[in-house]
């Protein structure tokens, strides 16, 4: 690395303005690869020279080596004496089928969510969603059709290993049931469930979502473990006879006020020495990021009315006005794409 001869120092450079600018390349480049079924097409290959795999995926030559060399470049692919194969990390997480697959929620972000940050400016200057709102009757959640279907499945693949990170970094040795608020298809109770066998679960959101949450369980032979259980938390109580209960990326969504109301319906819910868990792309106390937790941040004032990802100390101070206490911070052992880490309060 170059350094000033006299002062020793290195100078700054716009190489990291270079690479946030282009940010949206690579995004693409890893989107088409999907789309094109690279990766699926070099699934259990050895390796294949450029020929054989523009063939295969219906390619001329010349697109066909610099999409190889791009994947190869950003790490998704190995090129090795027989070829271009998958690297581990495509091998895990992009070929359909398995267990981690991640492409669902690549797939999401490049056809809908990308269109939604065009116009952060305008988010920003007028404080209002530019996709759905979490808060209106036509959104989302409670829509049909392909859109419905893709955002489901993008939130199941966003949230499997997320929830295998939660089940290796959290005790879940007290606890027995557990009610998962506003669970979705269900990731985190086919997945904590898997991790600990004295563990049953129950998935609690709106019909609509129920019927995509006992297809996942179905799918996954979680059914002896897992229930689903239909209601929407704004106008019911929580079903009670549960001794934790998981919010996962569920009060990102909403004002202050609404998650004091949520934490209380918890807290309701609960008998003495139950827990309340919140995992959540958290920021820090201080305000400086990271930036998983501040890009989400701005990704709720895309999608949301009120949502903003909240810090660590701003839950600890809402959980207790809740009721709860003896609230402790827990770092993630592993790294995970939905979440940095979670808070477990109890109900004393």
């Known amino acids: 690395m170059y350094k000033h001869p006299h002062t020793g120092t290195v100078p700054l450079t716009p190489v990291p303005l270079m690479e946030m600018a282009a940010g949206f390349r690579i995004s693409k480049v890893l989107a088409t690869a999907l789309e094109l079924n690279v990766f699926g097409t070099l699934d259990g290959s050895r390796g294949m020279e450029v020929a054989e795999f523009a063939e295969a995926v219906g390619l001329a030559e010349r697109p066909a080596k610099m999409l190889l060399v791009g994947c190869t470049a950003l790490g998704l692919l190995e090129r090795t004496a027989e070829g271009y194969r998958n690297s581990r990390l495509a091998d895990e997480f992009l070929i359909r089928g398995k267990r981690y697959y991640f492409g669902d929620f690549i797939r999401f972000n490049d056809r809908r969510a990308y269109s939604g940050w065009l116009h952060l400016e305008q988010a920003l200057r007028e404080d209002s969603p530019m996709t759905w709102d979490t808060a209106a009757a036509s959104s989302v959640f409670d829509g049909d059709g392909m859109l419905k279907d893709m955002f ?197």
Not at 180 to 203: K, M, N, Q, R, Y
Not at 277 to 305: K, Q, R, Y
Not at 312 to 324: I, V
């Open 152 to 348: 489901w499945q993008a939130l199941y693949s966003g949230a499997m290993f997320t929830a295998k990170a939660l089940a290796l970094s959290v005790d879940f040795g007290p606890y027995r049931k557990l009610l998962d608020v506003g669970g979705g298809s269900g990731a985190f109770c086919i997945e904590l469930t898997a991790h600990h066998p004295a563990l049953s679960a129950a998935v609690y959101d709106r019909a609509v979502v129920c019927e995509l949450a006992r297809q996942s369980v179905e799918d996954a032979g979680a059914g002896d473990r897992v229930e689903v259980i239909a209601g929407d938390f704004w106008q019911e109580d929580l079903p009670r006879g549960h001794d934790v209960i998981l919010l996962s990326n569920v009060l990102h969504d909403w004002s202050e006020e609404e998650n004091l109301v949520l934490a209380r319906k918890c807290h309701a819910a609960l008998d003495e020495g139950g827990a309340v868990i919140v995992a959540e792309s958290f920021v820090d106390d201080e305000g400086t990021g990271p930036v998983s937790g501040a890009v989400s941040s701005l990704h709720m004032l895309l999608e949301t009315s009120h949502g903003r990802n909240y810090s660590r100390a701003e839950y600890e101070s809402l959980l207790r006005k809740a009721g709860f206490s003896d609230v402790s911070r827990v770092d993630f052992i592993l790294d995970a794409p939905g979440a940095n880490g979670a808070l477990v309060a109890r109900k004393i």
